[in-house]
């Protein structure tokens, strides 16, 4: 066995020499300017397997039998196929925070504020060799500092507050874009803040042939990595409840994260790719929870850790509708709308041609022109997304949204309502 490992360790040196003389690439090295040609979205989750729609005005109170962030659920009503095409007219849905929503039968507009546990988990990506070791390009070691992206992050819009004319004050971009939704439910103070922290940083290491990299102008490591989306959830999700070796086992196990948190798990300019097709790339992130069993201690309820994967996305490595936190902003407006990725809508077609049958806001308009708001914000102009609001998939008619809106914080992103469509789009429409 010893042996056998010397003999690849040769074999790999003299092409590391080569790369270095002849400027040649390796065989699993993309142009930097490969992603400006490829499909940058989020992963569209479908797991939630003719007039106007009408909203639910009351709230149905937290889920019950579970461990997990702070949530409401209400309805709303409007003809359409669910996802097996048989007929349905509600439509309930789950939000993060306290309801907006009049708890009484009085006139007073609903809701308090929530605070939520916001850990940031750095994860930096360690490119292996076949063997396991250490990879090396013309003397940089392959590996992809997350860190260096922790405190941008903190200084953007997402959990540093700006003013938006949704909040008397000024708030959190999450939190602006789910008070234009209930603008004329909730009361002034009825906020959902995420309380940010840094958790400690974790490592996700990926062996030569999951992986595709491009590396910066001074050859360092990376400009950005391509990950077969299969190993990067087997590496980030932990099989069993006993699980320390993958990334969110770590975090879970060390206390980092709780049931009570919205986790994001932030990674540098790493990017997922379909089938195992590098050219079928670009996830740049998605949200969900990891399930666990409960125990005595919780009532026996089974535990959800609610989480993202987002991923910073420097300028220039795709075009101006996905840059910075354009991804993060995206996966935690969802998560608020539908944190354990279950809201089941009629379906729907969106101007960008995405077709879906569930409550994801920012798929919505991701990759249209106007898709992003730059924000202005510590020194820097940021590129949150545009969102859809509850009332577009609910084609209210006129929406009860700030402004009579569909979308926010641009309100002329969608100027009316979806139209409830058949089965996976297919014609003819209703």
């Not at 292996?128 to 003397?139: A, K, M, Q, Y």
């Not at 991701?366 to 940021?382: D, K, R, S």
């Amino acid at each position: 066995m010893r042996s056998a490992l010397l003999a690849v360790l040769l074999v790999a040196v003299p092409a590391l020499v080569v790369a270095q003389r002849t400027g040649g690439m390796e065989s699993d090295q993309l142009s930097s300017s490969y992603t400006l040609s490829a499909n940058p979205h989020t992963l569209r989750s479908r797991e939630a397997a003719a007039g106007g729609g009408v909203l639910g005005r009351r709230s149905n109170g937290s889920l019950l039998g579970i461990d997990s962030v702070v949530n409401w659920s209400s309805y709303f009503y409007y003809p359409g196929l669910d996802g097996n095409g048989f007929p349905q007219f509600t439509w309930d849905y789950t939000m993060v925070g306290n309801s907006p929503l009049q708890q009484g039968d009085d006139d007073q507009r609903g809701g308090r504020t929530s605070r939520i546990g916001a850990p940031i988990v750095p994860v930096s990506v360690d490119l292996r060799n076949d063997d396991g070791s250490p990879r090396f390009l013309n003397g940089h070691r392959l590996i992809s500092d997350a860190t260096q992206f922790v405190t941008p992050v903190l200084k953007s819009p997402v959990f540093s507050d700006a003013s938006y004319d949704s909040s008397e004050i000024p708030t959190q971009f999450t939190d602006a874009v789910q008070r234009a939704e209930f603008h004329h439910e909730a009361s002034d103070d009825w906020h959902t803040i995420l309380k940010s922290r840094v958790a400690t940083p974790r490592t996700m290491v990926l062996i030569r042939g999951t992986y595709r990299f491009a590396v910066n102008p001074d050859g360092s490591c990376c400009a950005f990595i391509l990950i077969d989306v299969n190993t990067f959830v087997n590496a980030l999700f932990p099989p069993t409840a006993t699980d320390t070796a993958t990334v969110m086992g770590a975090a879970e196990h060390a206390g980092d994260i709780t049931t009570k948190d919205i986790s994001t798990f932030l990674f540098p300019n790493a990017y997922l790719y379909v089938n195992g097709d590098p050219a079928q790339c670009c996830i740049l992130g998605f949200h969900s929870y990891d399930l666990e069993p409960g125990g005595a201690s919780n009532g026996f309820r089974e535990r959800r850790y609610v989480m993202n994967y987002s991923s910073w996305i420097s300028p220039g490595v795709f075009g101006p509708s996905f840059t910075d936190i354009t991804a993060l902003s995206h996966e935690l407006a969802e998560t608020f709308n539908d944190p354990f990725v279950n809201n089941a809508t009629p379906w729907w077609l969106a101007p960008n041609g995405n077709c879906q049958n569930n409550l994801e806001t920012g798929d919505v308009i991701e990759g249209l022109p106007n898709a992003v708001f730059p924000i202005a914000l510590n020194g820097f102009t940021w590129s949150p997304q545009n969102e859809a609001l509850l009332e577009w998939f609910a084609n209210q008619t006129p929406s009860s949204a700030i402004h009579r809106a569909y979308s926010y914080p641009d309100t002329s992103v969608l100027p009316m309502g979806a139209t409830s469509q058949n089965f996976n789009c297919t014609p003819p429409l209703p």
